[in-house]
Every structure is written in C-alpha cells, then in structure tokens.
C-alpha cells in the first residue's frame, strides 16, 4: 500500500509555474506605450514620444525609451548609454529581463 501511495503521489501532475509570455517589439510598445507602470518603490510613464518619466522617492527624473531588437532600450541623461531588456508578460504584470537574467517586476497603474 506505501509503493502504491508513493508511485501515485510521484505520478501526480503537479501544478505549473505561472506562465510567462515573451514579448516582441511591436507588443513591447503596446504594452507600453501611454501607459504607468508600478515598481516596489517606483512608478515609470512611457509618453508616445520616447520620453519616459520615473519617479521614486518624491523625485522626478526624465530619460528616453525605445524598441531594438524586440527589446525595451532606456537612456537616463547626462548618460549617453542605451540599457536593453527583454520584456515577459503574465496577465498584467511585465517582467524586464536584463542581460544577466537579473528581474524587475511592475505592474499597470491604470
């Protein structure tokens, strides 16, 4: 009776990690594009324009923002350097993926 409950429990399937979606560009941008999103401590505005407002602590700071290579690129002056990050979708949470695997998670807040 124990084999039996142990092959059964082994043979049960067991639930799947949520789904993520891999986004292209063109869905980055929809995602994207005249909408905010939440971070732990932050929230970020991507305007039609490129242009892109954070705000964290109080503190405004402006950079630009762009799609290359189905890849969400941002800019943060005075630098001059482009950051890219794959983009994953699961429901309404977007998940950004550094070239290093390191994650950030947001949220739509509208």
């Given amino acids: 009776m124990r084999r039996f409950a142990l092959i059964a429990l082994i ?49 405004d700071s402006w950079g630009n923002w762009r799609i290359e290579d189905d890849q969400y690129c941002s800019q943060w002056p005075p630098s001059d350097l482009w950051a890219c990050y794959a983009m994953d979708r699961q429901g309404d949470v977007l998940r ?9 998670e947001a949220t739509y807040v509208d």
């Fill in 11 to 59: 043979a049960l399937p067991f639930p799947a990690a949520a789904d993520w979606t891999v986004l292209s560009g063109e869905e980055i941008r929809t995602a994207l594009t005249g909408r905010t999103l939440e971070y732990k401590n932050a929230r970020q505005d991507f305007r039609a324009s490129g242009k892109t407002l954070y705000v964290t602590n109080g503190r």
């Fill in 96 to 104: 950004f993926v550094g070239e290093r695997d390191d994650i950030t």
